[in-house]
């Protein structure tokens, strides 16, 4: 199941943001990228491929679960991103709900960095094939308040060899407020450059 797709505990910026780009997607510039709990987790040789020092209990991994998709219906992590193929650019917008908070009435730090590593990381994925943060850098510049929406907007930067160097920012829907700053370092786990992002993606998501 998609869980990117509007849900009712979405608020009204929330899917009239989704809204724009689902319409900035019609022409193709734009893909909205669809997010599972757990696809790659079923199978334990799909993961032996890209991890083979794995040690993987069978029982315990049919029940993993992509971290940020692990809460329940607006509780936690509500997100959908859209990607750029022709800026190397990934959009998610982001709306935490009230399991994740920090500071009262705040988002928690490492719920951000959680969005920003997932943000960063899709856009390297899609960029360079399977990867992984080797380096994150976050900069916190105001607190996000609790269930509010915010738009995380990423972009790689520069590649040398299979390092990905990529930035992001957050911002409210208005644009008027910056939150955080980020910047990573992803490393690609295979020397064999894919930077055909199409296939990427469809290897991925199966789309
Ligand atoms: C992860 C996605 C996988 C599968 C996709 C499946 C489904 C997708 C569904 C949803 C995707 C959602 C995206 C989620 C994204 C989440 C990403 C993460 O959170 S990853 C987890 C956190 N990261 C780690 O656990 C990484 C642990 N570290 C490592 O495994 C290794 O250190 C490494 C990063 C793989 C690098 O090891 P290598 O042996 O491959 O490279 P090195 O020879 O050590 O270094 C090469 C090169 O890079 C430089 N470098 C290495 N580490 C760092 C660093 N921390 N900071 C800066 N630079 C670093 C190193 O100096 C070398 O540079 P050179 O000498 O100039 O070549």
């Excluded at 940020?68 to 800026?87: C, I, Q, S, T, V």
């Excluded at 943000?119 to 308040?145: C, D, E, S, W, Y």
């Excluded at 208005?174 to 990427?200: G, H, M, P, R």
């Amino acid at each position: 199941m998609d869980l990117s797709l509007p849900n009712p505990s979405w608020s009204k910026d929330m899917r009239l943001l989704f809204d724009q780009f689902m319409k900035k997607s019609e022409d193709g510039s734009w893909k909205h990228l669809p997010s599972y709990k757990n696809k790659f987790s079923r199978r334990i040789e799909d993961i032996k491929v890209f991890f083979p020092d794995a040690k993987l209990i069978k029982e315990k991994i049919s029940q993993a679960q992509l971290f940020p998709r692990n809460f329940e219906e607006g509780l936690g992590f509500e997100y959908a991103m859209f990607h750029n193929h022709a800026e190397d650019r990934t959009v998610c917008i982001f709306q935490g709900g009230p399991y994740l908070q920090g500071a009262p009435g705040f988002l928690h730090g490492g719920a951000i960095a959680t969005m920003i590593d997932s943000t960063l990381g899709m856009t390297a994925l899609i960029a360079g094939g399977i990867v992984m943060t080797a380096n994150l850098n976050i900069n916190f510049k105001r607190p996000i308040p609790l269930c509010s929406v915010v738009v995380i907007n990423s972009q790689v930067d520069k590649v040398e060899g299979r390092k990905l160097f990529l930035s992001c920012n957050i911002r409210s829907v208005d644009e008027q407020t910056l939150y955080s700053e980020a910047t990573s370092k992803n490393l690609c786990l295979f020397w064999v450059w894919f930077s055909l992002s199409y296939i990427s993606l469809g290897f991925v998501f199966g789309v």
